[in-house]
Each structure stands twice: as C-alpha cells, then as structure tokens.
C-alpha cells in the first residue's frame, strides 16, 4: 500500500529557505509522476508543482518559479520541494501525490513564514 | 480567483442527490479531463473521480462524475452524513502549463 510522509516543515522568516522531503514506502514510486499541493489556512488547495518519472520535465505554477526547485530520488523513493526567498503568502500546509491524478496524498507538513 | 470556478457551498439532506458543478475553458476542461477530490475535516484530500467519470478502486458508486464542453459535474447520490466535506475539481490548463484547482464547494448534510 502506498504511504507517503512529508517532513521538512516548519517557521521560518521571509526570505528564509526550507527543503521538503516526501518519503513513500511504496514499490511504485519511481514509476509515477509525484505533485506537491498546498493549503494556506482556511483556504481552498493550489497546486505548486510536479515533476515525472525521471525528473527529466518539471512545472511550477507561476506565483513559486525561480524560487521553488522540485526534484526525486527514486533510489531513496523520494521527492523534494527546495522553497527560497520565502514569503508570508507562502504559509500552508505542503502535501505531497503520487500518481498521474494524485491518487494518494501524504499527511501534510506546516510551513510556516513570519519574522 | 480560481482558474476553475465552483460555488461555495451546497447542501442536501440525507437521501438525497446533490451535485456540484466546476466551470472553466476551453484551456483547461474543455481539452483535458476533470478529476475530484474530497477533503474530510482535518484531513488530507483523497482522489474520489479521475479522468471526469472514473472512480479509483474502494470509493462507492454513490459518486460520480461526468463532463460537457467545459463544465465538469460531480453527483452524490444518497447522500450520508459523513459525505460532509470540501470536494475540489482539477483540471491541466494547457495555455498556463498548470494543474489548476476550482475554489472547493464545502457539502453540508442537513
């Protein structure tokens, strides 16, 4: 069964850098294309990035380009979210799917932005 | 402002059928599939209907969706109490080169 685990969160001031790691358990990884997805509080879900199988083609959504970085392992079944010069409006809870429609979610991991 | 617009809220009670609908363009839906997500309070978001009408494996056939030009629809039939939830359309946008989300539609049963 897929289990996928973020980590990595946590506060940090603007213009600070955090990396997010998203560890899966599964035999699958390497196979998929994987997303990370946030959620500020109280808000809806915005889709922050994705990268396929090789790591080979990467999109970002327009408001993290330049300082957002995603990247795999697939020998360590994992994926990894680089944030720089971050922002308050960067503040969510940061998930991490795997799969072509983001067929399972981790738990999510709180970043938190503010001096 | 989403790319992809749902409305705020709906509600039904139980038994009932309610649907919830996402509207974009001939970008996004209008090219490409719709997929929906459930999120259950205090929890992360589940896959509840891929590629406009598909269900994965383990959600009830009570769910299900479907699509028109560059609409997509989603319907819970007999409707339960713990169908109350937030459910999020997604859709790739081809001219943003973005998977974009609609703003959620937070389900109550009454």
């Known amino acids: 069964e897929v289990q996928l685990v973020e980590s990595g969160g946590g506060l940090v001031q603007p213009g600070g850098s955090l990396r997010l790691s998203c560890a899966d358990s599964g035999v699958t990884f390497g196979a998929n294309w994987m997303t990370w997805v946030r959620q500020a509080p109280g808000k809806g879900l915005e889709w922050v990035a994705n990268?396929?199988?090789?790591?080979?083609?990467?999109y970002y959504v327009d408001s993290v380009k330049g300082r957002f970085t995603i990247s795999r392992d697939n020998a360590r079944n994992s994926l990894y979210l680089q944030m720089n010069s971050l922002r308050a409006e960067d503040t969510a809870v940061y998930y991490c799917?795997?799969?072509?429609?983001?067929?399972?979610w981790g738990q999510g991991t709180l970043v938190t932005v503010s001096s | 402002q989403s790319v992809l617009t749902q409305s705020p809220s709906a509600s039904g009670t139980p038994g009932q059928r309610v649907t919830i609908s996402c509207s974009g363009s001939?970008?996004?839906?209008?090219?490409?599939?719709v997929d929906w997500f459930q999120q259950l309070p205090g929890t992360a978001p589940k896959l509840l209907i891929y590629?406009?009408?598909q269900r994965p494996s383990g959600v009830p056939d009570r769910f299900s969706g479907s699509k028109s030009g560059s609409s997509g629809s989603l319907a819970i039939s007999g409707l339960q109490s713990e169908d109350e939830a937030d459910y999020y359309c997604a859709a790739w946008d081809g001219r943003l080169n973005a998977w974009v989300f609609g703003g959620g539609t937070k389900l109550t049963v009454l």
């Open positions: 001939s970008s996004n839906i209008g090219t490409y599939n």
């Open positions: 990268i396929n199988q090789d790591g080979s083609q990467k």
């Open positions: 799917a795997i799969g072509d429609h983001c067929d399972h």
């Open positions: 590629s406009n009408n």
